[in-house]
C-alpha cells in the first residue's frame, strides 16, 4: 500500500457508514472498519506519493465531503516493518479477529453491511499495508504457493465450495490447523478448522504474499 486518507473517529456506526457511502457514490475507494479503540474510520484510496494524496485530501476538505484528516503512510503499517514477518503475520491474525461476529453479505467488503470471503481478506490486508486483489480466484492467482504443512499465520487457504477444482471460497489461516472465513449467506465471520470434513474435501491450496 501507498498513502492512504484516514478521516473520522465516529463512535456511531452510522455517522462512518453515511460517509463511506458517500465517497463511495463519488468514485473514491473508500471503506471503514473499528479501531483497537473501538471508534470507527474511514480510509480512502492508496495514492503513489504523499503529495497525491494530501491535494486530494485538500480537495475533498474543500468541498465540505471530510472534515479533518490524517494521511496514513507505508511505513504506518503492520507492512512498515516487512522485514520482522513474523510481527507482520500476528498483525493480520489480530486484525482478523477483530471481524468475528460480522454477518457475511456477497459482495461485501463493509463492516457494516458484512462481507464475503474475498472482501474480508482484502480489508484486513490493506489494514495491514498489504494491497490484494478483490476476488478469490484473483487473490489465487497473486500469491506464492505454500504447501498445507508449511502454512504460517497469515497465509491464505482457499477452497472449491462449488463442487470441481474452481476457487470459489479463501480464508485467512491463524494457526493450530484453524482459519478465519466468512462463510457463507446468513452465517457470521468465524473460526473453523481445516479438519472439519466439508473444509478438508474442498480444500484447493495455499498463498502467501509476504
Not at 463511495?24 to 474510520?41: P, V
Not at 446468513?186 to 474435501?201: D, T, V
Request: proline content about 2%.
Amino acid at each position: 500500500m501507498g498513502y492512504t486518507i484516514q478521516v473520522g473517529a465516529f463512535s456511531n456506526l452510522d455517522n462512518a457508514v453515511r460517509l463511506t457511502k458517500k465517497l463511495q457514490t463519488l468514485g473514491l475507494d473508500a471503506y471503514h472498519f473499528r479501531n483497537q479503540s473501538g471508534l470507527y474510520k474511514v480510509r480512502i484510496g492508496n495514492y503513489r506519493t504523499i503529495d497525491t494524496a494530501r491535494r486530494n485530501a485538500g480537495n475533498l476538505k474543500t468541498e465540505g465531503i471530510i472534515d479533518e484528516y490524517y494521511l496514513i503512510g507505508p511505513n504506518d503499517y503492520a507492512a512498515g516493518g516487512l522485514n520482522d514477518k513474523e510481527h507482520l503475520r500476528k498483525e493480520i491474525v489480530r486484525t482478523a479477529n477483530q471481524f468475528i461476529g460480522i454477518r457475511y453479505r456477497w459482495g461485501g467488503q463493509s463492516s457494516s453491511t458484512g462481507f464475503d470471503c474475498s472482501g474480508l481478506t482484502m480489508v484486513v490486508y490493506r489494514l495491514n499495508g498489504l494491497e490484494l486483489p478483490r476476488s478469490s480466484r484473483q487473490q489465487w492467482k497473486a500469491g506464492r504457493p505454500v504447501y498445507q504443512e508449511e502454512l504460517l499465520k497469515g497465509d491464505l487457504v482457499f477452497f472449491a465450495t462449488t463442487g470441481g477444482e474452481r476457487v470459489s471460497h479463501v480464508g485467512i489461516y491463524i494457526g493450530n490447523n484453524k482459519f478465519l472465513h466468512a462463510p457463507s449467506s446468513g452465517r457470521k465471520i468465524r473460526i473453523s478448522s481445516m479438519s472439519n470434513k466439508y473444509y478438508k474435501f474442498r480444500y484447493l491450496g495455499a498463498r502467501t504474499y509476504l
